[in-house]
């Protein structure tokens, strides 16, 4: 293995590194403080306007904000902020009420970070719309229970699963029951659109309450997606465990350390664009240099992350591996008695009725293309499926572009124009008659398998991804997101060392005794090649290219050594994650009894 030697430089950089890696991943509950006080009773604030608060935010920028708390049916107390009227005073005129979910690890405030040119939901409400911000349970806002503490590991017992069976449906009573109205629109960024359709297939009783519902950046599947970020997906459960010792499970809240980080680090001159535009927000999201509104960094850092269980982004990791939109996974003893099978059952994306308009980002590396299609194919009521005009346009560019008026905002005023009228009813194609969904190009017969596609060789399984190619003698060619587990493999099926499987982009392997390094290796090995492959490949000028070769070097920089962070995560808990997966392999094989249930596994309340 190549040695490098780093200069004093490179070496204080490392450090500097590590210290932002550790503030944004593992957080003490010593260290968690509540920010949602009022601060404009101090005649200086250090941090500036990256402490206010979205009510705070709202009012500077002129409109009327209200405050309001629901109760879920399961006990946590969730916080709403509403936007009551028009920058000129005059109350909402609109026939039905706008709810705006956010993001992971984001809250309400990322809805008017932008203030009235730019956000979204100022501007509805100029146009007479009653706007409702929602808070999931657990961010900076809801952190609230009935009975339990957030201190309480009890607390943060939940997934996106509760989050969209228990937290929209409260919120939409709530909302529907203040202002008279029979349905809302409902307008989702990211996680926003991810819950959404949890709760619409799981509790279609609400589905009749929603006008209509405008998906930004749509999250169902992560098969093709670009974001390095997948290659931490393995690691997700080691993660969890690490939180639940830490932290009772709560994970990366906001924090008087992250606010301080955010005004100096992040509203530095140079520190700006190296470490929280380059290293946190394009690295993940994708690079839009030319249109990102690097104003906005400060405050979006200073708001975010906002803090949720560690359960969740496990949930999001476990639908990456596993390719399925499903429900959390507890490992096969608690599944056993939650859902009466070993695995956990998907959610039936088909049976959704509510009218969806999905707009998507030709280079927004979370929500890729070719999975917002996949989506698509499965919404039986899709009013339209919108690729934003901008090649760069990332996963960020839906709140906070400089085009974000005419990409985004405008084309949403249009459909809600419509959607308001009373008198406007869906008039797009029937529903399909059977919930079956077509696999795209399966074709068993010559081992060709289409969007995750089985196929059995002997009696071994390989799931498949785009583009993979399976073929009776063990030779398996895996797409992007694809993933190959062989055990206990019969006679026809070569598992040797000498097997051909070869990895595409995200592909992940599984051989017993079969020498594939672990995906964290993967991704160390071919770092210079991930990070090219997630930038944008068509260029409007010849001067664009440079401007991304720095961003490509500068990621390569900042990830090698978040895989050294993770490396030394998996140091500590690997060994009782292996523990964890010998137990649920041996219930998979019939001894459930003998299965001792892993911290995370805790029955339902």
């Known amino acids: 293995m190549k040695t490098v030697s780093y200069s004093p430089f490179n070496r204080f950089f490392r450090c500097i590194i590590l210290f932002v890696s550790l503030q944004l991943s593992l957080t003490t509950l010593s260290q968690t403080t509540d920010i949602t006080t009022e601060t404009s009773s101090y005649p200086w604030n250090i941090y500036k306007n990256v402490s206010l608060s979205t009510v705070e935010i709202i009012k500077i920028n002129g409109y009327a904000a209200e405050t309001h708390h629901v109760i879920t049916e399961d006990g946590y107390i969730l916080e709403l902020h509403r936007i009551s009227s028009s920058k000129s005073g005059q109350k909402p005129t609109k026939n039905f009420p706008v709810f705006f979910h956010h993001a992971f690890l984001s809250s309400s405030a990322g809805w008017v970070l932008g203030g009235a040119d730019t956000s979204l939901s100022m501007q509805l409400a100029d146009d007479g719309y009653d706007v409702w911000l929602a808070n999931s349970r657990g961010n900076t806002y809801s952190r609230k229970h009935v009975s339990l503490n957030y201190k309480q590991k009890a607390y943060w017992n939940f997934s996106l699963h509760e989050i969209g069976t228990y937290d929209l449906p409260a919120a939409f009573d709530y909302i529907l029951m203040k202002t008279n109205a029979s349905q ?7 996680m926003g659109t991810t819950v959404f359709y949890i709760m619409a ?194 996963h960020v560019d839906f709140l906070w572009s400089l085009k974000v ?109 079969g020498d594939v390094p672990s995906d964290l290796d993967y991704f160390a090995k071919n770092l210079r090649r991930i990070i090219a492959d997630a930038m944008p490949k068509s260029m409007d000028r010849d001067g664009d290219r440079a401007v991304f070769e720095r961003e490509r070097a500068l990621q390569e920089t900042l990830l090698a050594e978040a895989i050294e962070f993770v490396r030394s995560l998996q140091k500590k808990y690997g060994p009782e994650l292996d523990r964890q997966k010998s137990s649920t392999s041996a219930a998979r094989h019939g001894n459930a009894e003998q299965v001792v249930a892993s911290p995370n596994e805790v029955p339902a309340r």
């Not at 599944?335 to 070993?342: A, I, K, M, P, V």
């Open 184 to 190: 809302l629109h409902y307008i989702g960024y990211s």
């Open 405 to 513: 008026n005419e990409h985004v905002n405008d084309p949403i005023k249009e459909t809600l124009r419509k959607t308001d009228d009373v008198n406007w009813k869906y008039s797009g194609p029937n529903p399909p008659k059977s919930k079956d969904v077509l696999h795209v190009g399966g074709n068993v017969s010559d081992g060709s398998i289409g969007n995750s596609g089985h196929v059995n060789i002997s009696s071994s399984v390989a799931d498949v991804g785009v583009g993979g190619i399976a073929d009776a003698n063990g030779n398996v060619s895996i797409g992007d997101g694809g993933h190959f587990n062989i055990s206990n493999s019969a006679a026809g099926a070569d598992v040797s060392n000498s097997s051909n499987v070869n990895l595409g982009s995200g592909g992940a392997a599984n051989i017993s005794g």
């Open 201 to 394: 297939s799981e509790r279609p009783e609400y589905q009749s309450k929603i006008r209509s519902q405008i998906s930004l950046a749509p999250v169902a599947y992560f098969s093709h997606t670009r974001s390095p970020i997948k290659y931490i997906a393995p690691y997700a459960k080691m993660m969890n465990i690490a939180y639940q010792r830490i932290s009772n499970g709560m994970a990366m809240p906001q924090t008087t350390m992250k606010m301080i980080f955010a005004s100096t680090v992040c509203g530095g001159k140079m520190t700006q664009k190296l470490i929280c535009q380059r290293g946190i927000i394009f690295f993940i999201c994708g690079s839009d240099p030319q249109h990102f509104n690097t104003k906005l960094i400060p405050l979006i850092m200073g708001h975010y992350p906002s803090g949720t269980s560690s359960m969740v982004p496990e949930h999001f990791a476990q639908i990456k591996l596993k390719d399925v939109f499903g429900r959390y996974d507890y490992g096969s003893v608690i599944n056993l008695e939650r859902y009466n099978s070993t695995e956990p059952p998907a959610y039936d994306l088909t049976s959704i009725r509510v009218p969806i308009t999905l707009m998507y980002g030709k280079n927004d590396l979370v929500a890729d293309v070719q999975d917002v299609m996949r989506l698509k194919s499965q919404l039986p009521r899709l009013m339209d499926a919108v690729m934003i005009d901008n090649p760069y346009c990332n």
